[in-house]
């Protein structure tokens, strides 16, 4: 199991781990994914009353392994590696973290509320880790580096058109 988490896990491009460096042209990992898919289809769950269970985590691990093989495939033809890690909701997380602390921890703000605090959130670019948060650093940084803009650009580009079409959905 350790090794069906590390593959789906990878960070690195080197590792003293093979499951845990990224997936390329000549790792493991496809060949890990496709042993353990084998394996899951073995599993038999039963509930506390002795009746066997289609338990969702089985299909969701053979989904997902599925779609790790099928995107490995078709991403390394263009790429020389992938950081599985990168598939998960962390990074969402971190980003909508942000908006909640930015915007006084609402949990269900209304389109107006939820723009103005992601204005404030570039602006700012505040888009760095929140203490207390209830998921990993991403690692990630924001595409664009607000800060080598100045507060008027900043306006124009939030105030432009575009922008308010798609804040308004």
Known sequence: MDTLFDTVNSRTLK???KELCAVTQNSCHVEIWK?????????S??????????A???NGWILTLNAF????????????????????????E?????????????????????RHTIHKVIIANFLKQSVGKNCQDDGAYTLIDFSTFNK?????????EDCRSVCTR
């Open 15 to 17: 590792h003293q781990k």
């Open 94 to 114: 971190n980003t909508f973290s942000s908006i909640r602390r930015r915007g006084g921890l609402r949990d269900n703000p209304d389109t107006y509320e939820f």
């Open 152 to 160: 008027r650009e900043i306006f124009e580009i939030l105030n432009s």
């Open 35 to 43: 042993d353990m898919i084998s394996w899951i289809k073995t599993w």
């Open 69 to 92: 093989i099928g995107i490995s495939l078709d991403l390394l033809m263009k790429n020389k590696f992938i950081l599985t890690n990168r598939f998960n909701q962390d990074v969402l």
């Open 56 to 58: 969702p985590c089985k």
């Open 45 to 54: 769950i039963r509930s506390s009353k002795g009746k066997t269970i289609v």
